[in-house]
Nanobody, 124 residues
Framework: QVQLVESGGGLVQAGGSLRLSCAASGRSISIGAMGWFRQAPGKEREFVAAISWTLATTRYADSVKGRFTISRDNAKKTVYLQMNSLKPEDTAVYYC?????????????????WGKGTLVTVSS
């Protein structure tokens, strides 16, 4: 089993920045890729960004390209999401996810482990 714990959410004004962190523990050796998804009130969960655990290749949703950056620290078993130029439409609960496949996927169904989420609120 792999446990994921997110941190770093909060309230920020539009145009501001936040950095989310997700620490993995347990059988983290089985992780092939990690990603971030988000779910806004009344909406379905959507893909934000993903990163390969070994090659550090990345993938982003079109809505966050150029504003968000995903990175990882293998030694700390932690993945980060740097969010800049935040917009009110970025308001959501952000979930960290991990998959055992090394293939980066934008599909929640490809992820095997999930954190409990951290709330990001962007005020206008």
């Amino acid at each position: 089993q792999v446990q994921l714990v997110e941190s770093g959410g909060g309230l920020v004004q539009a145009g501001g920045s936040l950095r989310l962190s997700c620490a993995a523990s347990g059988r983290s050796i089985s992780i092939g890729a990690m990603g971030w998804f988000r779910q806004a009130p009344g909406k379905e969960r959507e893909f934000v960004a993903a990163i390969s655990w070994t090659l550090a290749t990345t993938r982003y949703a079109d809505s966050v390209k150029g504003r968000f950056t995903i990175s990882r620290d293998n030694a700390k078993k932690t993945v980060y999401l740097q969010m800049n130029s935040l917009k009110p439409e970025d308001t959501a609960v952000y979930y960290c996810a991990a998959g055992t496949s090394f293939r980066i996927s934008a599909y929640a169904s490809d992820m095997d482990y999930w954190g409990k989420g951290t709330l990001v609120t962007v005020s206008s």
